[in-house]
């Protein structure tokens, strides 16, 4: 019979610190009696902790109050220079990146264009692309806690390589994730880039409490994601989700046309198909996104030209209904959220064509909602996915340096004398 793990101090206050850590987050600057109040600390215990988390460079004055019935309270706040994250999203032709801070916020955006690079070192790629964000925010790449990069692929488990991505040259080397950590010198994780839009959804989108559902990105790929009792789920190689080579009625399959040619859901609803749709019924567009975008504009003027629109549409929905139809009849979810440039061009005109041509097709009757996600869904789900990391680590480690040898509470002066802007994890 096991028995409890016993409530240690240094377990007891970690438990303290993260709960004290995430309401500032949560909550910004607080007082000491709003601290206490909001995680039921004690008065004492209260002003340990954020004596504890200044002295650890996490937590930092933020002012006075005043005004109130009193004494005047001090303010406390997370000190955001106490650690910062970086986010990636890789294209074949640009890659984007963003910074953070440790309270989230957004100090950098940098845009690192790749035209035609079928070759070079992937590590000088990224480290072009890290020191063109940090360096307007004042941030030492070589100090970031993590980068999470998102890119149209997925990391093999089993070999370290990435797959499914033969559209973006040159990061098809071994053990892709250990070589950048190396090149860097700072932890790296890879990701796909669609499972980042549905951490995205998640974490601040339509799908916020939702513990079981897809997400269809369409844009020129097609891309699903599937969220299963809460947690994205990956598959044995990183290949769930990669639907845009999934047989469907209507479309070719790879042995009739080779698995380099253009077949399954993707020959069917990619981009280039929606555009070719589209120009059938009389819909022009320079990009699938724009045709679509043209459609709901014709619709939206009325008259004959607006139920030959609504017909290309229909059409187009149709198609991307054949795929969702498999997913949905295997997966049930409680939601499906429908995101990437042409989903999102068509607004709720092409939402509602979807959801019922789908309904039409199965038993399971999710919900379809649009991505709320605003900007870049990719670089906000690969930063909240390196903030989660990154304060799991940095929010422990001021226990780990009291439970060090010789490092308890008399040890405060020395720690004061050398401590940094950063806390080591």
Request: net charge neutral; glycine share 14%.
């Amino acid at each position: 019979m096991s028995r409890p793990t016993p409530g240690t101090p240094s377990l007891l206050r970690a438990i303290n610190d993260r709960a004290a850590l995430m309401v500032l987050l949560e909550r910004g600057p607080l007082t000491r009696p709003e601290l206490g109040a909001l995680t039921g600390l004690s008065k004492p215990t209260a002003s340990q902790l954020l004596a504890r988390l200044q002295d650890a460079g996490l937590v930092v004055l933020d002012g006075i109050r005043e005004g109130l019935p009193g004494r005047t309270a001090e303010l406390y706040r997370i000190n955001p220079r106490a650690a910062h994250v970086a986010a990636l999203d890789v294209t074949p032709t640009r890659i984007a990146a963003e910074v953070a801070d440790i309270t989230g916020t957004v100090v950098s955006r940098h845009r690192l264009p790749t035209p035609g690079r079928a070759g070079g070192d992937v590590v000088e790629r990224v480290r072009g692309a890290l020191a063109g964000v940090c360096e307007p925010a004042g941030v030492d790449p070589g100090a970031l806690s993590r980068v999470v990069i998102g890119i149209g692929g997925a990391i093999d488990p089993s070999t370290g390589r990435l797959g499914y991505a033969a559209h973006i040259p040159g990061w098809h080397i071994p053990d892709l994730v250990g070589t950048l950590r190396d090149g860097i010198g700072v932890p790296v994780d890879v990701e796909n880039d669609v499972n980042l839009v549905a951490q995205a959804e998640q974490s601040r989108g339509i799908a916020r409490g939702h513990q079981d559902y897809v997400l269809l990105w369409a844009d020129e790929g097609l891309g699903s994601a599937l969220v299963l009792g809460g947690r994205l789920h990956r598959g044995a190689t990183g290949g769930a989700g990669e639907v845009g080579y999934m047989p469907v009625i209507g479309a070719p399959t790879a042995r009739e046309v080779g698995k380099r040619a253009k077949h399954g859901f993707q020959a069917l609803s990619g981009g280039p198909a929606v555009l070719s749709t589209l120009r059938s019924h009389g819909v022009r567009g320079s990009t699938p996104a724009g045709a679509v975008q043209n459609a709901v504009r014709a619709i939206a003027r009325g008259g004959q030209r607006a139920d030959i629109a609504r017909e290309a549409l229909r059409d187009v929905a149709r198609r991307l209904a054949l795929g969702l139809a498999s997913i949905t009849a295997v997966v049930d979810p409680e939601i499906v959220v429908l995101s990437g440039g042409v989903l999102l061009a068509g607004g709720e005109i092409l939402r509602e064509l979807v959801e019922q041509e789908l309904h039409a097709l199965t038993i399971p009757r999710p919900r379809l909602r649009l991505s709320t996600v605003e900007g870049n869904p990719v670089l906000a789900g690969a930063l909240d996915l390196a903030l989660d990391t990154a304060r799991d680590e940095l929010f422990g480690a001021v226990n780990r340096r009291e439970a060090a040898p010789g490092r308890g509470a008399h040890d405060r002066g020395e720690r004061d004398a050398g401590r940094t802007s950063s806390i080591p994890s």
